[in-house]
């Protein structure tokens, strides 16, 4: 049924054309920004691009002014200008375009357009409005011409994120380069690059070589999933890392782009690489070695002096290089166990006045803090570094939902929003089994652009405190660059609308039809985008007697829609879809988009629906379920002829956080029972574990039940995921018992935690 439950830019050349099912009938133009702009308004005409088009800047123009007018000549270029001259004139009645600086505009980041027949005007309170209008400017462009317009813009939010984790699989300067490309043109303007982890370290830190030397490398790599059981190692040397010249021609090459960029040194966890270079950081005596699997690991930084003496040592190395106000400081994940068994750790507990370990967590993390103050920088951590007191000037990024974000705003602490629900970019986009393996979740475009970075627990005081957002690239299963473009586009087009435009322009509608366009734009500048844009979307509905209705729909208007019901993939001559399906019987439903006139190749839906003997009966459970995986219809989902599938389905799914799935059946009538199915998950990186036990029994009456099966912890292991248990019964009622894991033993993610326990589909036969 499933086996990996758990599975996130150079040339700019912007030349489209006129025919798009989204222009505007009356110019023959279409105004498909991303993202959206503040206001737009229609003129009559055009501004037609040749090569006496010229540029003119202010006479008072400075360095970075010239480089933005140097960048828009480059673009045209691109573009199909031959020539593209740079002037010096504060008016001319030449043809061309005019940049200037008008510090009347509100907006620190805004700008105005304005394209007329003879002249193109932008102008910006700052240089780096010129930057983003030059951005919108380009995706205007439709064979050499730019329709006229009025266009007046500023960001809704200070802070528009992205990240890069390079630790886990490094990636080349080039490719970097690359990556900041493209969040300049989608109006991000802060790129988290990650550079240290339990996989490797990925920063020149001149002062202590053995970082270069050992722990930039690992002696092997996971092959395949964290859960597939038993687990596999490539064989092969892993490493890598940047150079400071590297580094600082990043940095440089981000500056021209209007881009600040966060370097995040972890700590106190996260930290096994580091340990293993110099292993007298550690609370015991090692040896370590970079870790070459995933997870979380029991092995910290211990703090003591010389472990503080070696993060400052780094730090001030790191600050040296980056000239960011924000250093990530990481702070999330740090097991304490560790901490619980040293001597010394024990004894700073008590010298401190500290509670428990996580005030000690806090208080390692507060020492850093000052050292980062008193450098004129501010730290950024995740959102456990509330935990045990806040450091008193630390911004803080919420990843585990939002409510580390809103504790941390109604203490008037500055926010930055990234939930793993909508904003990370290692989780699937697609139900689809042929998608690439990934970590786990389900974060579809949809989910994206539906992500609202304000929650409504605020106050509209409390509102100011949210700097804004950031979508996070983690690269556990993500080996290759192209390989990072499909996972980032198009979820990092609709993550720019959300923290660029404002609210209440936001249309999902509107924007699909603007990203078929800019999609064009990305095939231009060679991005492996995931084309699911294009994929089938399906609207399920249960009827009372257990069938389905599976109601079909696209996005793109020129895709019709076929399916089959026989398992076989659908082509041109299959059936075609014109209204709701209905299922009454056991089927495989697969249904995909098929382009009116091109061959292009989308991927399928599929939907495997089995009749059994309880779908469409009742059900109760007798604890609920986490209302972060509640299913699709509460316990009704467990019986509804539906599993959970290869790729994470989380509408299919029960969660249990630490707690059992006790659940009744009633089929109405006495059946004979020959076989009980209950698919499970194992994930033990994620914390979810098989059950401990199973028991089945039967009740003719619904009061008095008899045990009919008792699995118990062997023999659901040697069972696995899927389990089967063959019974002879006459009953009306069964009670399927799943019994949670319980509480997970030392030396594994999650430690001393109770275990999560999902569950997808029983089936009675």
């Known amino acids: ?380 951590g995740w959102d456990e570094i509330l935990e045990g007191g806040l450091a008193p000037n630390a911004v803080v990024m919420s990843w585990r939902g939002m409510k580390g974000g809103i504790a941390a705003a109604k203490e008037k602490h500055q926010v930055i929003m990234s939930p793993t629900t909508h904003c990370y970019f290692d989780y699937y986009q697609s139900k689809s089994e042929d998608e690439p393996i990934a970590i786990g979740g389900f974060t579809p475009l949809e989910k994206v652009y539906e992500f609202e970075p304000i929650p409504d627990e605020l106050t509209p005081d409390e509102h100011q405190y949210i700097l804004g957002a950031q979508a996070n690239l983690w690269t556990e299963y993500i080996p290759t660059p192209e390989h990072a473009e499909y996972m980032v586009f198009p979820r990092l087009c609709a993550l720019s609308e959300v923290i660029w435009s404002p609210k209440e322009k936001r249309s999902w509608d509107d924007f699909t039809k603007r990203l078929n366009t800019h999609l064009k734009r990305l095939d231009e500048m060679n991005i492996n985008y995931a084309k699911h844009l294009f994929d089938v979307k399906a609207d399920i509905k249960n009827e009372e007697n257990g069938n389905l209705k599976i109601g079909l729909s696209k996005n793109a208007a020129d895709y019709d829609i ?61 604890e609920a379920a986490s209302d972060r995986y509640p299913g699709l219809q509460n316990a009704t989902t467990l019986i509804n002829g539906m599993d959970g599938g290869a790729t994470f389905n989380a509408e299919q799914w029960l969660g249990f956080d630490g707690g059992n799935c006790h659940a009744t059946i009633d089929l109405g009538e006495e059946k004979a029972i020959s076989n009980v199915q209950i698919g499970t998950f194992k994930g033990n990186d994620a914390w979810i574990y098989l059950p401990s036990a199973i028991r089945v029994l039967a009740s003719s009456d619904g009061k008095s039940f008899k045990e009919v099966k008792n699995l118990d912890r062997a023999a659901i292991e040697s069972a696995g995921e899927d389990i089967a248990i063959a019974m002879n019964t006459n009953s009306q009622f069964l009670k399927v018992e799943i019994d949670n894991f319980g509480e997970i033993p030392a030396g594994k993610a999650g430690a001393g935690h109770k275990a999560w326990l999902f569950v997808d589909e029983i089936i009675v036969e």
């Open 1 to 380: 049924m499933k086996s990996n439950l758990f599975f996130i830019l150079l040339l700019l050349c912007i030349s489209m054309g006129c025919s798009d099912p989204t222009s505007d009938t009356t110019t023959g133009f279409h105004y498909d920004i991303i993202p959206q702009v503040q206001e737009l308004e229609k003129q009559e005409g055009h501004f037609k691009l040749d090569d006496i088009t010229k540029i003119f800047i202010q006479p008072d123009v400075n360095e970075i002014r010239s480089f933005v007018a140097k960048q828009l000549s480059d673009y045209l270029k691109a573009a199909g200008v031959e020539k593209c001259p740079v002037n010096v004139a504060q008016n001319s009645t030449s043809k061309g375009i005019f940049l200037s600086i008008n510090p009347n505009i509100e907006a620190r980041e805004g700008y105005n357009l304005t394209v007329s027949r003879d002249k193109i005007e932008l102008e910006a309170k700052q240089p780096k409005g010129l930057f983003y209008g030059i951005q919108t400017l380009r995706q205007l462009i439709q064979n050499g011409k730019i329709p006229a317009v009025a266009i007046k813009d500023a960001p809704r939010f200070p802070y528009r994120g992205m990240h890069l984790d390079v630790c886990r699989h490094f990636f080349p300067v080039e490719f970097v380069k690359k990556y900041i490309d493209q969040l300049a043109f989608h109006k991000i303007n802060n790129f988290h690059w990650h550079l240290t982890e339990d996989q490797g370290w990925r920063i020149e830190i001149k002062q202590y070589p053995k970082l270069q030397s050992i722990a930039s490398k690992r002696k092997e790599t996971l092959i395949g999933h964290y859960s597939d059981q038993p687990q596999r190692y490539d064989g092969k040397e892993y490493g890598g890392y940047y150079t400071q010249e590297e580094v600082k021609e990043v940095i440089q090459y981000a500056k021209e782009r209007f881009i600040n960029i966060i370097p995040e040194i972890e700590m106190p966890g996260h930290s096994l690489a580091a340990l293993s270079a110099y292993p007298e950081l550690a609370c015991t005596e090692g040896p370590f070695e970079a870790a070459t699997k995933w997870g979380i690991f029991e092995d910290v930084y211990c703090p003591k002096e010389e472990t503080f003496t070696f993060l400052e040592n780094v730090l001030q190395e790191v600050m040296d290089l980056f000239p960011s106000k924000y250093i990530h400081i990481g702070g999330d994940e740090c097991p304490k166990k560790r901490w619980e068994e040293s001597a010394f750790c024990q004894q700073l507990i008590k010298k401190e006045g500290l509670k428990d370990e996580h005030e000690l967590q806090s208080y390692f993390i507060q020492r850093i803090e000052k050292f980062v103050n008193s450098k004129g920088r501010i730290i950024i």
């Open 562 to 622: 076929y399916y089959t019901l026989d398992g076989n993939e659908p082509t041109s001559n299959s059936t075609k879809y014109t209204a709701p399906i209905p299922l009454d019987k056991s089927s495989t439903l697969i249904a995909k988009t098929i382009h009116k006139t091109k061959d292009v190749n989308t991927n399928p839906f599929n939907l495997s629906f089995q009749k059994h003997l309880a779908v469409g009966k009742k059900i109760s459970i007798a």
